[in-house]
């Protein structure tokens, strides 16, 4: 189920909406201020989280007998 970010095309309201499927119609979509129908939907940039001992600090480089 992904969340898409909105932007409201007649009041400038920015919002995130979860949608049950990924090819389900946005046409349901409407702002949450006022009511418009057809908010533009924005790319939003995706965020990985994990770990890499280069990044945190508090993992440890994996010891595999390399010289």
Known sequence: MPMYEFVCR???????????SASASLEHIVCPSCGAEKPEKLISAVAFTGCSASSCGTCKPSSSGST
């Open 10 to 20: 007649e009041c400038g309201h920015r919002f995130e909406e979860l949608v049950l």
